[in-house]
């Protein structure tokens, strides 16, 4: 199966609002860890599980480190679906 | 990945409902909906912060429904995430949780510290979340274990913390067996040497199972949860290395799950009767049907095997107590026909209270079992494989649980023992009797239709009754009925069994335990009372009665014994207290049946007295033994 960029970031959109109860901030594919109050060590894990539950795999360590904005993470997700 | 497989998927309006919980026109009813589907972490966050955001108005309702309890959280780990867990799967089982989290890492200063923010809280139990690398003998090890500390030394820490705690505030311990990661220096060899992670691992989860025989501590067997899951998936080197989270973050709610259990056995609100659907549950087909010689039942057919582990499963569950029941929509006589006449049939109709097969619906008749058992609805577990009745007893019923079961029938026994509707966390030889009981209460119900004037009916009971103060020998089962007893309850209040002791040895309380026996049976202890000496007047602090003895004047024959006891120590006057709960407007008018006055009333209190002097006996008709 093979994932566009616009179908992965529409499906981080609800991860997204899902994770981060906070909605004073615009999500765009440019949304990034400064952007988000809510977005900790702690919330980062949160994110990163919903994620692997949404598309069946998990990140390694590096990946992980690379998580740092709504882009980032799709280019990863593809990276690893496709 | 669905790790709580018994649950039904969540809403698909999950969200929208968590941000208008207040709005909803039944608070309890949207909040046991929300609780008992399968959610995620992010979900039962977002739940968990609509219940904190309640008014104190909502809170208070919720509080009628569920039992509030307050937990303290010290763990060698970060916990934080696992809160929300906590709570929404409490509420999944009736506890209104309240979680008092320590700083990370502070177990020793907890528990040591007099002044600790845990011994503070007075909370009503400590989780000790630890897990291997909380020990000195693991920690900065991956396999073999550090020189000069072995299990040995944990388990005397672990004890020296749970002492502590009980000594400073009175509080018991939730300890957990540790799970062994999936790692090994030497493979096999390694549980045979000493010294090696794997070894003291086991050589403590023994260890522990031992030490907390002797005190009132509750075991939660973690390792067994990790096996089932297995240790690959239960540990997660990431997310311990990026943020010290001790196990795999999908697995948090099935670990809240399981700790949600233990409280709910604390607080007495673990499952009494399993009510069973016939076809196509305890056996493949449909009698009607397919016939005595066409349903799969027994050995020698591979779905027949798997539906007598269903039947083997419900009768390992009665030998601990739980009551078996039968909810089935057939012909009656053909729904007996298999477990008269087939020769395979493991259950047999004497197992069952109660049984019932026509062709009413399925929530109605689950009501009526209900009834005729005198117990809660909150009590009873509902297993049918078909989703249309599980769904409609889910709607209609929502205080019964209802667990989704696998299409496979060899896969039941799993999801329900998964499910953990049972789990105690000990075992009274009251407990075994109980299905016993049951179905003589049924029996008893018979008659008493039968016979009738009521008095009639109570004298043929032949019962005998016998008091006591509190003892040893009585305390587990005392601190049972004072945690699950809701409707015979003037005051619900709940103790631990550590403060059931400290009644039981003050000079300043008299305690009375009462047991009954009739020509049905021995219903064991049935009815507990605590009575606070002030001044010259007893206040009675606690009184409490199990239903399954209800209506049969056994109150009066106490109220005669108490009113005597008091004489005898100089007591003048009896003070009882009416405390309202959503669940026991039955004995609203208990104390002016028995001749007490009231006095006052005061925050929904109703407080009654009684001189002495100016009770009359009662003398019921049950004999004193």
Redesign the interface.
């Known amino acids: 199966m093979s994932f566009d960029k616009i179908n992965v970031i529409d499906k981080l959109e609800t991860i997204f609002s899902d994770t981060f109860s906070e909605d004073d901030y615009v999500f765009s594919s440019e949304t990034g860890r400064d952007d988000i109050d809510e977005w900790d060590s702690l919330n980062h894990i949160r994110l990163l599980t919903a994620i692997e539950a949404e598309f069946g795999f998990q990140f390694d360590l590096n990946e992980i480190e690379e998580l740092t904005s709504v882009s980032a993470i799709a280019d990863i997700i593809q990276n690893r679906l496709n | 990945?669905h790790e709580l497989p018994w649950l039904p998927s969540t809403l698909p309006d999950f969200?929208e409902r968590c941000s208008h919980i207040a709005d909803s026109e039944n608070l309890i009813d949207e909040v046991r909906l929300l609780a008992n589907c399968c959610i995620?972490?992010?979900?039962s966050?977002?739940l968990a912060?609509a219940i904190n955001k309640l008014t104190d108005e909502n809170r208070n309702k919720l509080s009628g429904a569920f039992s509030p309890f307050k937990l303290g959280l010290v763990s060698n780990a970060?916990m934080?995430?696992f809160v929300p867990s906590f709570i929404v799967s409490a509420l999944r089982k009736g506890i209104l949780l309240d979680v008092i989290t320590a700083d990370f890492g502070q177990i020793a200063q907890e528990a040591f510290d007099p002044e600790s923010v845990l011994n503070r809280a007075k909370p009503d139990a400590v989780l000790l979340a630890l897990d291997y690398r909380a020990y000195s003998f693991s920690a900065n090890a991956l396999a073999m274990s550090n020189a000069d500390c072995d299990s040995q030394e944990a388990l005397g820490f672990l004890k020296n913390v749970r002492n502590a705690f009980m000594q400073n505030s009175g509080v018991i311990c939730i300890t957990q067996t540790l799970a062994s990661p999936p790692f090994a220096l030497a493979g096999s060899f390694d549980l045979q040497k000493d010294g090696m992670i794997r070894k003291e691992i086991q050589k403590f989860n023994t260890g522990l199972i031992e030490d907390l025989n002797t005190t009132s501590d509750i075991l939660m067997d973690v390792s067994s949860l990790a096996n089932q899951v297995g240790a690959n998936d239960w540990f997660d080197e990431?997310?311990w290395?990026?943020?010290k989270?001790p196990i795999a973050?999908?697995f948090i709610p099935l670990y809240a799950d399981y700790l949600s259990r233990q409280i709910a056995a604390l607080r007495g609100k673990n499952k009494k009767c399993l009510v069973l659907d016939l076809d196509n549950t305890l056996w493949g087909g449909v009698i009607g049907d397919d016939g005595l010689d066409g349903i799969k039942i027994g050995q020698g057919n591979p779905i027949g095997e798997a539906h007598l582990a269903i039947q083997q499963y419900a009768a390992e569950l009665k030998k601990l107590g739980v009551i078996l029941a039968v909810c089935s929509k057939n012909e009656p006589d053909i729904a007996r026909e298999p477990f008269r006449q087939h020769p395979d049939m493991l259950l047999k109709e004497k197992d069952f209270a109660v049984f019932v097969a026509n062709w009413e619906d399925k929530a109605s008749n689950i009501r009526e079992i209900a009834n005729m058992l005198n117990i809660g609805l909150d009590s009873l577990v509902f297993v049918d494989d078909n989703p249309a009745e599980r769904e409609i007893v889910r709607t209609l019923v929502p205080e019964v649980a209802v667990p989704e079961l696998p299409q496979d029938p060899s896969l039941i026994p799993r999801t329900l023992s998964a499910a953990g509707y049972f789990d105690i966390i000990n075992l009274t030889s009251d407990d075994i009797k109980r299905s016993a009981q049951y179905a003589e209460n049924v029996q008893r119900e018979q008659i008493r239709q039968k016979s009738g004037s009521v008095d009639a009916y109570l004298a043929s009971l032949d019962m005998k009754i016998a008091f006591s103060e509190f003892d040893e020998l009585g305390r587990k089962r005392i601190t049972q009925l004072i945690n699950k007893t809701n409707q015979f309850n003037l005051t619900t209040k709940r103790y631990t069994e550590v403060e059931v002791r400290h009644f039981e040895k003050s000079n300043d309380a008299y305690t009375m335990q009462a047991r009954l026996v009739d020509r049905f049976g021995d219903n064991g202890m049935i009815s507990v009372i605590i009575c606070k000496d002030v001044d010259d007047c007893w206040e009675i602090d606690t009184w409490l009665m199990s239903c399954r003895v209800i209506k049969r004047r056994v109150e009066e024959s106490m109220c005669d014994r108490l009113v005597d006891a008091a004489r005898k120590k100089g007591i003048t006057k009896l003070r009882g207290i009416y405390r309202p709960t959503e669940k026991n407007k039955l004995v609203k008018e208990h104390y002016k049946g028995l001749g007490f006055s009231l006095v006052n009333t005061e925050h929904d209190e109703d407080i009654w007295e009684l001189n002495i002097s100016d009770y009359k006996q009662k003398n019921p008709p049950i004999s004193i033994i």
């Open positions: 990945m969200n995620s972490i992010n979900q966050n977002r912060r970060t934080d995430l990431r997310q290395y990026m943020s989270v973050n999908r």
